[in-house]
């Protein structure tokens, strides 16, 4: 008999990121910002001092001091791990037995059930309404009456760019019986973190990234805080090692500069809110071909009646945009970058009377 892949298996496709050389990337949500040479020298220097013939430090004790001194949280609730999606996957493998209801929101980030897919996991989804935003009453209803046992949703969230405020998610997380997984990816973008209260709740998880405001995407680096309880069981279930001693030092040097880091997220913030303002004037002067939602992240999201055409079409300009049906994501790039995009985006819209 020949072998053959499972059922679970046999239709997944290979992660599928755009091929191809864009001079423009505005896809992926980056920093556009490079690591400053201070601390690129820094972590040059820190080279000579890991002990490469070691295995890394579990738990990355002195990353996680460094984490907790920058958001003020205690470090006994952190851990680190590689990149948040590596976090993701083990949360969903740990928290959820085969056939148990985890319940998602669309559109929101797609990794979520492509790891609830593999552990068997039943899977639920509370679909926004045509605004894109979530009823948190709603939500609450389907997370109870689903008897779901995971409720995992980014706020802000990726792919809409839109928050739901603090006092939102606290009305949520205490109504629902589920674990909730708050993923606060954008979080740096915006001002309403629970991070400062997460000791308080039983059932909560918020999910931290460096991988976006703090232009560290390359090192894979992400962070889960939580209660004792939630802490001691995620450290339990990750593989040993999972955070490697190169990314734990250049890690530890970034989140020790909390005034680069600062200064970092307000440049991206500009370019953000320069690039929502021209988009906005855009959609005033095409309003039947182009909607744009509000941000609090660093990228915009727009609908348009045609986003393949328009996508395709800044793909031949050498721009890389995120094509998601019938809406197109935008990330904030530089000054000169966003130039470029809306100088094309114009052009574009203009220049098509069916767009
Ligand atoms: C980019 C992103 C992540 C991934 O973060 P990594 O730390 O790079 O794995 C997680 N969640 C959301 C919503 C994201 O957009």
Sequence with gaps: MPFTLNEKLKDLQPYD?????YP?????NESFLEMPMELL??????MADIPFNRYPDPYAKELCASFGAYYRVDPALVTAGNGSDELISIIETAFLMKGDAILTVAPDFSMYRFYSSLVEAKSVVYQKGEDLTIDVDE??????????????????????????NREEVRRLIRSVSALVVLDEAYMDFWDQSLLSEVEQYDN????????????????RLGFAVANPTLTRALRAVKSPYNVNSVTQKVGTIILNSGEVLDQAIAELIGARKALYQAVKELETAFPEKLHV??????????RLPDARRVFDALLEKGIAVRFMGDTLRITAGSPEENERF????KELLSSSTNL
């Design 293 to 302: 939602y509000d941000s609090c992240t660093n990228f915009v999201l727009v």
């Design 17 to 21: 990121p755009i091929e191809g050389e």
């Design 204 to 219: 909560l998880i918020i999910l931290r990234t460096c991988s976006k405001a703090f232009g560290m995407a390359g090192i």
């Design 41 to 46: 020298e820094q972590a040059q220097y820190a």
């Design 139 to 164: 939500l609450i209803f389907a997370a109870n009456d689903s008897g779901a046992k995971l409720l995992l949703f980014s706020n802000p969230c990726n792919p809409t760019s839109l928050g739901l």
């Design 342 to 345: 809306l100088e094309n985006f």
């Design 24 to 28: 423009i990337r505005l896809d992926a």
